[in-house]
């Protein structure tokens, strides 16, 4: 019987049982020598796997088991029959009693002398002492009761009584799961296991072939993990990632959210009289109120003349151009600006390579707080630098990205931004709120940019940016900005939401 497994001995204790009655697991449990009840349930429970081989009911019971200060008592005696214990016939001076305690006589003593064991006098001297009393019979109730809940007959003690073992600290009392076990239809006391593991050594000796596998449960929910849960953002932002890659993008540096005008906006050709360099549009920093690098000379040079009087075919803004309106700091309102840096040093290598590059992170604007804006989003910005782009190229990459994301019906509509031209806002039909709503602005980078750069007359580049606030709360049915971002975050949104899966099945 040893050498054989906890589950075949249960299926030996059903086979000899006669009736069908049933049999619990903690009779299991007894039955198979003070099994631990746990093993037991996890083996019942890998029966009940197999095809009606056994049946199981389910059962919640508050067992009540002693503390280890219950398990003291039962060897020792209470505190209060420890406490008359140790009382001399001649009585003992109460400070005596009481010395080098840690509480456990002084509440032995108080539930001694309400029991009526012992009294305390005080003596002609003033001190306290105390006395057995005499004539009484001394039972170890408490003791008793424990060695009751011990034997599983606590059901004659009453709830007063566990009530007051529990306030002790005596008992407690804890839920268990059991289950009543009996035979199925398909009984059997060698029921062939099917394997639930496909092994590297069943390959190599192609037992595998002769072995009956368990079925996949697709329906078995996953464990909770305890710790590192994903935000939805995040989740999102790596499905992305992984989308970008895919398609050959590698990822801009933007560890830097202080951004000088130069960057954010002069070198895109955003005019200094742009509505959005307003400080009701921008964060302006107070301190450094200025940045005090530009990029060389020479470049910042290009950039003023072709804002002012125009260059490379272009006439320009024709407006004056300052220097310390460039120079102001500020928390970058898109991240174009860093596309702008990253472009700027592809230009400075010669010969011109084709990249393709995209970046993931925070931006801030000052806006007007509502349920769908915040002053800071997330931006998901992309450029493919190569020759011979056209319009053509960038609908057909905006295609394929926003496929991959599940998103097949676009639309493009004609629009404006300082530094592309033409421009294309993307709109995407939402079959959930069936309707088509924005997901970014794009376009072809202008000459007035890119020509200051360095870059080559003929490299032209396409670009997109949209924010990954939207999609994320499209995908996962969030209406308020403030569900998803801030101190109204519910956490449990974010330990239990599913891991991030754009639909990607395309209709056909
Ligand atoms: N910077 C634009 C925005 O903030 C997005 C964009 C990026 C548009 C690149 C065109 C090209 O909305």
């Keep these: 019987m040893a050498s054989l497994s906890l589950s075949d001995q249960i299926l030996l204790l059903l086979t000899k049982k006669d009736d069908d009655g049933g049999i619990s697991s903690l009779d299991l449990a007894a039955e198979l020598g003070e099994e631990d009840h746990q093993k037991v349930v996890g083996a019942i429970k890998s029966l009940a796997t197999l095809d009606d081989v056994i049946r199981t009911e389910q059962y919640v019971r508050n067992v009540l088991s002693l503390t280890e200060e219950g398990k003291i008592v039962v060897s020792q005696g209470s505190h209060e029959f420890r406490v008359w214990q140790n009382i001399p016939d001649s009585g003992i001076e109460l400070d005596t009693l009481l010395l080098g305690d840690g509480g456990s006589t002084r509440v032995g003593l108080n539930k001694a002398v309400a029991s009526g064991w012992v009294r305390i006098v005080k003596k002609d001297d003033g001190k306290s002492w105390v006395e057995r009393c005499l004539n009484v019979e001394v039972v170890d109730v408490v003791k008793s009761q424990l060695l009751q809940i011990i034997n599983g007959d606590s059901a004659p003690l009453g709830d007063d009584v566990i009530t007051d073992l529990k306030r002790r600290r005596l008992v407690v009392s804890n839920s268990v799961t059991t289950f009543t076990v009996s035979r199925g239809a398909n009984f059997s006391q060698n029921v062939e296991r099917p394997e639930a593991e496909l092994t590297a050594e069943m390959m190599a000796n192609e037992e595998y072939a002769k072995k009956n596998f368990k079925p996949y449960n697709f329906n078995a929910m996953g464990t909770t993990l305890q710790g590192g849960h994903l935000h939805p953002l995040l989740k999102v932002k790596a499905e992305f990632l992984s989308i970008l890659t895919e398609l050959g993008f590698s990822e801009m540096p933007t560890n830097r959210f202080v951004e000088s005008s130069f960057w954010n906006f002069d070198a895109l050709f955003v005019p200094q009289k742009h509505p959005a360099r307003d400080v009701q549009d921008t964060f302006f920093l107070a301190r450094p109120e200025n940045c005090t690098r530009l990029p060389d000379e020479e470049y ?13 075919g272009s006439d320009g803004y024709q407006t004056p151009w300052r220097r310390e309106e460039t120079q102001r700091n ?27 590059k995209f970046s993931i992170d925070r931006v801030f ?29 960038l609908i057909g990459i905006m295609k394929e990205f926003f496929g991959r994301l599940g998103i097949d019906q676009l639309r493009f509509k004609p629009a404006y931004n300082p530094y ?17 709503v924005e997901v970014g602005n794009s376009g072809l980078f202008r000459p007035e940019m890119l020509r200051p750069m360095g870059l ?7 670009a997109w940016g949209l924010s990954l606030e939207r ?38």
């Design 300 to 312: 910042v040079a290009r950039v003023e003349k072709v804002h002012t009087v125009g260059d490379y």
């Design 330 to 356: 500020i928390m970058r309102t898109h991240t174009t600006a860093i596309t702008g840096r990253v472009l700027y040093d592809l230009a400075q290598q010669k010969p011109f390579k084709p990249v393709k």
């Design 365 to 393: 604007r000052n806006e007007t707080l509502d349920a769908t804006h915040l002053a800071e989003f997330h931006q998901v910005e992309g450029f493919v630098a190569d020759r011979g782009l056209s319009l053509g190229h």
């Design 420 to 436: 592309t031209e033409p421009s294309l806002e993307v709109f995407a039909y939402h079959k959930g709120f069936k309707k088509w």
């Design 456 to 462: 080559p007359e003929d490299v032209r580049i396409i």
């Design 471 to 508: 999609p994320t709360m499209i995908r996962y049915g969030i209406n308020n900005i403030r569900s998803l971002v801030g101190h109204k975050v519910d956490l449990r949104l974010v330990y239990s939401n599913p891991l991030c899966r754009l639909d990607k099945v395309r209709e056909s």
